[in-house]
Structures are given as structure tokens and as C-alpha cells.
């Protein structure tokens, strides 16, 4: 059961072989006794998600008043603590809303909610979603189910954590330079990021607007294109949801790979992937030519520049978005302060973590008078030119392949010290944020240099712009050939 | 360029962000070292080219100007830290 895909689930749901109260209750008793070692969770309500597990029940006994029972009623998943959920806290990871409940639902929430899924609770994550190791969360950090001294990845760790432990069969995540792919990667999981605006932003707290992008995190391909087909659509509350005919992302799943072209970016196989990383990648590309496709040398020119350039813009984008956290409609308050300055000030510096507050000030500073030129317009002209970049690239292959991650996860510490080496990690995911491109994470296989325990190791694959359906028929044709997206760390069993 | 402890004050102070005394030098320390990571990106020419200020290029989208929420005002306001007869408190502003 914990290890069955979302369809083998709903299959079990429809004959009845156990209720949706019964199947929630596995994976809420499984989340007592694993998440005190691996700290997924924020926040877990039994009554609630018994209470939504009851509901689905009942809608797939009396029927949906003429309108079909989706797949996935009564299926449980989580959410992470970024969306909005009304009547459970809404943490984000800060200690500023560390007891907010949010008095209206999330797009995807209610997406989720309406095709009957079941909530199971809120994941934790990196403070605001800045980070990739999910040590910057209030709540603590979340170990990954691997190894418990190694990071999850971030900012989407509990997502990967609870799914790889199985504590969940699927989990909602947000990404904004990686936070989907790298904790997936990193954890052995499959995680999409859509085209920016495919998934509506509503009721999820902003980070960098122009790139933040909300996607499924499963354990196959397959179980995102379900999901997928339920969290995405046009929403008029978000400005900047995309108009677009609803599509059905299963409708190629099963296509034959013959002829596919992946285009191999010269940047992404230089130096700086670990030999472990890039072995298991070697390993993947040789199954996908058995499949029938082909690799070709792409060029990303200007890759090198999309971990500078996304500094500049998502900490502008931040400083803005997180001025909102101000002390006085919602969130947390100093106790003490003379004034309104004061209270503000005081306020945002006990409410915000370390890491928060560099990011809030490299951005206010990047937006200075006398700054804005050189840091903020001179990174959006570079947007252009690394967007360019995969307009021509794409000409000569259909999807892009490379690692998600340099290396795989690392211990706890290792990299906390210095920012830099942080917001390196995610040097192959950035550049498809900054051009809007979709992009996923699957696992290809194992690494292990200096760990005690076999680590996963994640493939990336890029896709066109709404090239989402060609990208999860690329997944599972390799998913069907292989068995590393069925593996879950022995010790969660 | 390399922040000095007057520029960390004056972007805490516009961040809105308290910095005690101990925390200025370990803060200018951390953000020149971001800094000269994104220095990197003065040396590229892009003269002509566009700015590309989002992920995607589409026009800002107008809705008919009519009332579409509904009065919740209890439901927020039982978020805040202090509220009175419907209004945010905040400190004395003007004298």
C-alpha cells in the first residue's frame, strides 16, 4: 500500500478493497511514528483530514451529482507549508507567521480539495522558500529519509522527505530556482516545476513573483501527470495565470521514445558535477538511446551567468513581496518599541531568520537610487540572454537532459556557512525559472562518495515552453524500463 | 564595490530590518561576499538588449470594475495583534 502508485490507489479506492478513512489512517499512523526522526511536518490535525477522508468517501458512494469522481477521491496527499490553507496554519517556515491560520484557501488547495484529495497536513520548508537544504526553517530542519545526517534539499525538503519515507503518496511544492527538482532529486523522488503561469499563485505566499511557480512532487511520472491534470488552469486571481485551453498531460504518456532528440548542454557536463552524479546521468542517456532516442551537444552560453543574475532578481522580487510582513494586519508583533518605526523594524528582525533578512537587504540594496541600473536592469537584460539561449537550443533537440544537482545530498552544515556555496547548489534548476521553462527531476540512480549510505541521484529533464505532456511521456517511458523510482530507504518500512 | 558599516545601516534602515550593533560587521561581512559573487555580471556587455522583467510576455489582464469579495472583515481582523472597533492599532503617528 505505501509503496503503491496514486492509480494503484484509486483502483482500491473504486473496488472498494478500503475506504478512504482507512487509507488515510495508514499513512496518519505512519507519520506518528517516522516524523519525529525526519521533521517533515509542521503541522498534522487527524480530526480534519479524517473529516476530508469521510467527505471522499461519501462523494464516491453517492456520486459527484452527475459530474465524474475524479481519480484521485480519497487519495491523501500534503501541502506544503507555503499555501494558504483555511482553518490549519500557515507557516511558510517563519517564525512571523508561526501562528497564522489562514482565513482562505489556496488555487491548488481548492483544486486539490475539489477533485477530493484528503490533507494530510502542512510540510515543512525552508524560511520563505530561501534555501536549498531546508536548514533555514523555523521549525527545524528536516532530515532526508536516506540518511538522517544528510540535508533533504529545499526549499520543497519536507515535500521530498515525507514522500520518500512514504509517509505520504504525494505532497504539493513550489519552485523558484530548484525547490521542486533539487529536493527530488535529492531525496529519489519525481518533481515538476510547469511553465510559469500553467499553476495559479493564488493564496501562495510570494517569494520572487516573476518565477515562483507551484508543481506536483510524486514518486513517478505518471502520478505528477495526475496531479498536474488537477492543479493547473486558468485562475482570474492571479494576474499573471496564462489563458489557455485546459490540457490532459497524460495524453502522450505512451507514446514510443523512437526519434526523440535530447539535447545535452556542453555547460551542464563540465566541471563541478560530482563523478558519482555523473555516472548515474551517463547510465540514464545510454537507457534513453536503447528507447530509440538520439543526444545532440546543445549550448546554454550563458548558464554560468543564471546563478548571479537570479541574486540580483529573486532578492529584489523578495524585498518587495516581504514588505508586507509589517506587525500590524497579520503575523507576528515585537512586545516592546517606542514607536511605529521602531515597531516595524523590531517586529521584521525577531519574525525573520538569517537568511531572510540577506536576501531583504540584498534586494532593497540592489533596488537602491544609484544601484538599480547596474544590479537589477543589468540582471534582467541577462534574463534575456539566458532565455535566448534555450530558444535556440531548442531548435535542435525536443528536451533538454542533464543532473538536477551537482552533488548528492549533503550533511547537515556543510554548506550553511557561506551563502555563496549554497546558492550553488542549484546551479543546473535556476536557469529554467529565469527563461519560465517547465522542468522535472527523476531518479537515474544512486551516488555515494563520502556517505555511509547509498544516496539518490536525479536527472533533469528541461522541456519547450508548455512542453509539459512530452516531458512526462519522456519520464515514464524511462520509468517503464527501470526501477529507480519504486526504491524507499529500508529503515521506513 | 564593498559595503561599508554607514551603507549596512542605511539598507537595514530601509529594509525596515533592526540591526543590533554586534550584528552590523558579521552582516556587511556576509553581504559583500554576495556581492562579489554577482559582480560577475558587470562584465557582460548587453548593450541592446531588452530588459525581460517576467517569465513570460503577456499583457497586464483588466476585469469589469464590480464588487467580486465578500465583507470578511471580522475573519481578518482576528488575525492581527491589536485591533479596535474594526481598525488596526498601531503607535501614535501624529502628534
Redesign the interface.
Given at each position: 500500500m505505501i509503496n503503491a502508485s496514486l492509480k494503484q490507489l484509486s483502483a482500491a479506492l473504486a473496488a472498494k478493497k478500503l475506504s478512504a478513512v482507512e487509507m488515510a489512517t495508514i499513512f496518519l499512523d505512519r507519520i506518528e511514528k517516522f516524523n519525529p526522526a525526519l521533521n517533515a511536518f509542521i503541522t498534522t490535525d487527524r480530526a480534519k483530514t479524517l473529516a476530508q477522508a469521510r467527505a471522499a468517501d461519501e462523494s464516491r458512494k453517492v456520486g459527484a451529482g452527475g459530474t465524474a469522481i475524479s481519480p484521485l477521491c480519497g487519495i491523501p496527499l500534503a501541502h506544503k507549508d507555503i499555501f494558504c490553507t483555511r482553518g490549519w496554519r500557515t507557516t511558510c517556515g517563519s517564525k512571523i507567521l508561526a501562528d497564522f491560520v489562514s482565513p482562505y484557501d489556496a488555487n491548488v488547495v481548492e483544486k486539490l480539495a475539489a477533485a477530493g484529495m484528503v490533507t494530510l497536513g502542512k510540510l515543512n520548508m525552508d524560511e520563505f522558500a530561501m534555501g536549498s537544504s531546508n536548514e533555514s526553517s523555523y521549525f527545524g530542519p528536516v532530515k532526508n529519509p536516506w540518511d538522517v545526517s544528510c540535508v533533504p534539499g529545499g526549499s520543497s525538503g519536507g515535500s521530498a522527505a515525507a514522500i520518500a519515507a512514504r509517509l505520504t503518496p504525494a505532497a504539493t511544492g513550489t519552485d523558484t530556482g530548484g525547490s521542486i527538482r533539487q529536493p527530488a532529486a535529492l531525496c529519489g523522488l519525481t518533481g515538476l516545476k510547469p511553465t510559469y503561469g500553467v499553476v495559479s499563485r493564488y493564496g501562495m505566499i510570494a517569494f520572487a513573483s516573476s518565477l515562483d511557480q507551484a508543481g506536483p512532487m510524486a514518486k513517478s511520472a505518471e502520478d505528477c501527470t495526475l496531479l498536474l491534470n488537477a492543479m493547473a488552469g486558468f485562475d482570474a486571481r492571479d494576474s499573471t495565470s496564462l489563458e489557455r485551453t485546459p490540457e490532459d498531460y497524460s495524453r502522450d504518456l505512451d507514446k514510443p521514445l523512437a526519434g526523440l532528440r535530447i539535447g545535452l548542454p556542453k555547460e551542464f557536463f563540465g566541471e563541478g558535477m560530482d563523478t558519482d552524479v555523473r555516472a548515474a546521468v551517463e547510465a540514464a542517456l545510454t537507457e534513453y538511446r536503447k528507447l530509440g532516442a538520439t543526444t545532440v551537444e546543445v549550448r546554454l552560453p550563458n548558464s554560468g551567468l543564471s546563478v548571479p543574475a537570479y541574486y540580483v532578481i529573486a532578492p529584489a522580487e523578495a524585498s518587495s513581496n516581504l514588505s508586507r510582513f509589517d506587525g500590524v494586519r497579520y503575523g507576528h508583533r515585537a512586545a516592546e518599541y517606542d514607536d511605529l518605526a521602531e515597531m516595524y523594524s523590531r517586529s521584521r528582525a525577531q519574525g525573520f531568520g538569517a537568511e531572510v533578512k540577506r536576501r531583504i537587504l540584498i534586494g532593497t540594496y540592489v533596488l537602491s537610487h544609484g544601484y538599480y541600473d547596474a544590479y537589477y536592469l543589468q540582471a534582467q537584460k541577462i534574463r534575456r540572454l539566458i532565455a535566448a539561449d534555450f530558444v535556440a537550443a531548442f531548435k535542435d533537440c525536443d528536451v533538454i537532459m542533464g543532473p538536477t544537482s551537482p552533488s548528492v545530498a549533503f550533511a547537515f552544515g556543510a554548506k550553511s556557512a557561506d551563502p555563496v556555496q549554497m546558492y550553488l547548489s542549484d546551479i543546473y534548476t535556476i536557469s529554467t525559472n529565469l527563461a519560465g521553462l517547465p522542468g522535472m527531476s527523476l531518479p537515474c540512480g544512486f551516488g555515494n562518495t563520502q556517505l555511509a549510505n547509498p544516496m539518490p541521484v536525479g536527472l533533469q529533464i528541461i522541456g519547450n515552453w508548455f512542453g509539459e505532456a512530452k516531458m512526462l511521456n519522456v519520464a515514464h517511458q524511462y520509468q517503464k524500463v527501470t526501477d529507480w523510482h519504486t526504491r524507499m530507504p529500508e529503515k521506513m518500512r | 564595490m564593498s559595503?561599508s558599516l554607514e551603507?549596512?545601516t542605511r539598507?537595514?534602515?530601509?529594509?525596515?530590518?533592526?540591526?543590533s550593533a554586534g550584528e552590523r560587521e558579521n552582516?556587511r561581512e556576509?553581504?559583500n561576499?554576495?556581492?562579489g559573487?554577482?559582480e560577475?555580471?558587470?562584465a557582460?556587455d548587453?548593450s541592446g538588449?531588452?530588459?525581460?522583467?517576467?517569465?513570460?510576455d503577456?499583457v497586464?489582464?483588466l476585469?469589469p470594475d464590480i464588487v467580486t469579495e465578500t465583507d470578511?472583515r471580522a475573519?481578518?481582523q482576528?488575525?492581527?495583534?491589536?485591533t479596535e472597533a474594526g481598525l488596526?492599532l498601531?503607535?501614535q503617528?501624529i502628534e
Open positions: - | 559595503l551603507d549596512v539598507i537595514a534602515l530601509l529594509s525596515r530590518i533592526e540591526l552582516t556576509q553581504l561576499g554576495i556581492l559573487f554577482i560577475q555580471l558587470q557582460v548587453t538588449i531588452a530588459p525581460m522583467s517576467h517569465a513570460v503577456v497586464q489582464r476585469r470578511r475573519d481578518f482576528a488575525l492581527a495583534p491589536e488596526y498601531v503607535p503617528v
